[in-house]
């Protein structure tokens, strides 16, 4: 094949993968969907009132533990997943946004962000969110707001912005409205020099803990390395995407190497896009 016609048929093979991952996060996603809808057959519609209600417990309890204010967790929570209304909250219980990483166990979610089809968590419970919210900012780059006072939601403000949590440059703005608006102020709590400096001490030995796993811990990942989407080709064959290896599809679907080169009669690691591969044994 002349050099002139190989770009095209190999922009194809790109298009045609992408078109085909695309419905495999789709089905995906509408499993997802089903299992949210079999669970909660009558799911609450909140108003931001009702939203502020049902979860100001949790953000109480996770500012008791961590520093973070009630207020900034509880705004962030209603400026992310619209009170609760999004897909991403109402289907997958993620009102924060947190991606998938390597060390993710549960399911996945899949839609447009930074990039096309990103890997969201799925929780079990809306409450598991606010807290792997607050696991999210013990790390190096948030370490500094872990030392102001867990009521001074202003400075906790523009902090995440600075700290790189939002690209939005109204990002404390939108949050210090939301929480003046609702007065979400009045469920932060002042704590004695005593307990800051307790709480500080637990909070930083924790973050410095973590340091030398932060990569793992907070990098995304394409697909959920538990739950990956599931739209095989007649339920066992795997079309070979750009920058897949071996080693790459065996993790995706939980078989060896040797295994994956034996269904497919290959003789080395070697595999081109668009390659069909079996995957089921």
């Known amino acids: 094949m002349r050099k002139t016609t190989l770009l095209p048929f190999l922009a194809f093979l790109i298009v045609f993968a992408s078109a085909c991952k695309t419905r495999q996060y ?18 609450v519609s909140y108003t931001t009132l009702s939203y502020i209600d049902a979860f100001k417990a949790t953000a109480i309890e996770e500012m008791n533990k961590y520093g973070i204010p009630a207020s900034i967790k509880l705004a962030q929570g209603i400026l992310e997943s619209g009170s609760g209304s999004s897909d991403l909250a109402k289907y997958a219980s993620n009102h924060f946004g947190i ?41 190096k780059r948030y370490a500094a707001l872990f030392e102001l006072d867990k009521n001074d939601y202003r400075n906790w403000a523009i902090g995440l912005k600075n700290a790189g949590y939002a690209t939005n440059p109204k990002y404390p703005d939108l949050l210090i409205n939301i929480i003046e608006k609702y007065q979400l102020y009045q469920y932060d709590q002042p704590e004695t020099e005593r307990e800051k400096l307790a709480r500080e001490d637990k909070v930083l030995k924790e973050i410095n803990t973590n340091m030398a796993n932060e990569k793992k811990l907070y990098t995304p990942v394409n697909v ?28 995706l679907y939980k078989i060896s190497i040797d295994d994956l080169k034996s269904l497919n009669q290959l003789l080395d690691n070697n595999i081109k896009i668009g390659q069909k591969l079996l995957v089921v044994k």
């Open 26 to 43: 789709s089905k995906n996603n509408k499993q997802v969907e089903k299992n949210a809808k079999k669970d909660n057959p009558t799911p």
């Open 224 to 251: 959920a390395p538990k739950d990956p989407p599931t739209g095989l080709e007649n339920g066992k064959y795997h079309t070979v995407l750009q920058g897949e290896t071996l080693y790459k599809i065996s993790q």
């Open 99 to 139: 991606k998938c990483t390597s060390d993710w166990k549960g399911k996945a979610y899949y839609k447009d962000d930074d990039k096309k089809d990103d890997c969201f968590r799925v929780y079990k419970d809306p409450r598991e969110s606010y807290k792997d919210h607050s696991q999210f900012l013990k790390r």
